[in-house]
């Protein structure tokens, strides 16, 4: 069956260019994640999501940073007057839900600030 | 909070050799553990996973054993193969309500396997 899917898959933006990041999870997934994964560390958690409630945002580094899931499905990541420092790849991950079930990674969006 | 302290990269090491990548953690209660893995050009995968004290996970040959007593989840394989180039990230996950579903991961270690 199909994978959790993001795109664009390569974005480049100038400093201050706004960015959307679109992830499709895996149909019937409840529980939807992002994570940051800079250059040769791990990812970090950003924002987490229930359905289409927001239960955990406190990985999110500035208030440039938002996202949403109105639908309880597809989520997108946005952010506002983009830096050199949030240069990274954004992955989304989904699972059923609780702790019990395994996460499924997307591929990332890779995203650099010029 | 939760952390994830993992061996430093890169290792390099011959065919067959046998592979050991540590990682201890820090948590509150009693995390669920992992390793995961990212191929050259691919995203993250589970590679195996621990939910309680003395439970090894396992898979394609990898094994890892859940130490509570030296909060500890090493990766080990006894003959390793040229595929199993990739980078490893331990990690763990918190038990319990909302807000402890996240993943916590250590920086990775750059694994090469030459023929």
């Known amino acids: 069956g199909a994978g959790v899917s993001q795109s664009p898959r390569y974005k480049v933006a100038k400093r201050g260019q706004d960015v959307a990041l679109r992830c499709d999870p895996i149909s019937g997934h409840v529980s939807l994640f992002w994570y940051q994964q800079a250059l040769g560390q791990g990812p970090e958690f950003l924002t987490y999501?229930?359905?289409?409630?927001?239960?955990?945002k406190s990985g999110l580094p500035s208030d440039r940073f938002f996202a949403e899931r109105p639908e309880g499905s597809v989520s997108t990541l946005k952010i506002q007057r983009t830096q050199q420092e949030d240069s990274a790849v954004y992955l989304c991950?989904?699972?059923?839900?609780?702790?019990?079930?395994?996460?499924?990674f997307g591929p990332g969006t890779r995203l650099t600030v010029t | 909070g939760n952390s994830v302290t993992q061996m430093e990269g890169p290792v390099t090491l011959s065919e067959e050799a046998f592979l050991t990548i540590n990682c201890t953690y820090t948590?509150?209660?009693?995390?669920?553990l992992f390793w995961y893995v990212q191929y050259p050009g691919e995203g993250l995968q589970l590679l195996l996973k621990a939910t309680k004290a003395d439970d090894k996970g396992s898979n394609k040959g990898f094994e890892a054993t859940y130490r509570k007593e030296t909060t500890s989840f090493h990766l080990e394989k006894g003959s390793v193969q040229v595929s199993d180039s990739a980078v490893y990230f331990c990690a763990l996950k918190g038990r319990g309500s909302f807000g402890n579903e996240k993943l916590t991961f250590g920086t990775g270690t750059r694994l090469t396997i030459i023929p």
């Open positions: 999501f229930q359905n289409e409630a927001q239960l955990d």
């Open positions: 991950a989904s699972s059923f839900t609780n702790e019990r079930y395994e996460q499924y």
């Open positions: 948590a509150t209660g009693y995390p669920s």
